[in-house]
Structures are given as structure tokens and as C-alpha cells.
């Protein structure tokens, strides 16, 4: 879910989402406690979403 939100509703990147993860004290999603996971998530949310381009060149490369 986390993964998501980040790269294709807000089109983060990866190298993004990881700064994210950091900042948070860990490597990965699946190290969040529950607070964590819904602090991070309300931190997400609180984003811009991604332009509506950047969605579709987004789903264009995970089809090709």
C-alpha cells in the first residue's frame, strides 16, 4: 500500500521513496511499527499528487 501511494500516486522515485523511508529510521516498509506505517502514510498523503502525465509515462514503462 505504501509503495503505492508513494511512486505512482505521488511519483515519487525510487531513490525518493527510500529518502523517505530514511528519514523514518528505516530501510524498508516492512521495518515500520504500526505508528509508524500511519504516520508515514499521513506524511504521503500530505504530498501533491502527481501530474496525470507522469502517471501514464509511469504505467507505459511497467507494461513495456
Known amino acids: 500500500m505504501i509503495h503505492l501511494l508513494a ?3 505521488k511519483g515519487l ?3 525518493e521513496y527510500r529518502l523517505q523511508l530514511g528519514a523514518m529510521g528505516v530501510d524498508s516498509s516492512k521495518q515500520l511499527s504500526r505508528s509508524q506505517f500511519h ?3 499521513q506524511r504521503m498523503r500530505s504530498l501533491p499528487d502527481a501530474p496525470r502525465w ?3 509515462r509511469s ?3 511497467q507494461a513495456g
Open 39 to 41: 504516520f508515514f502514510v
Open 7 to 9: 511512486r505512482s500516486q
Open 13 to 15: 522515485t525510487e531513490e
Open 54 to 56: 507522469l502517471e501514464k
Open 59 to 61: 504505467r507505459l514503462r
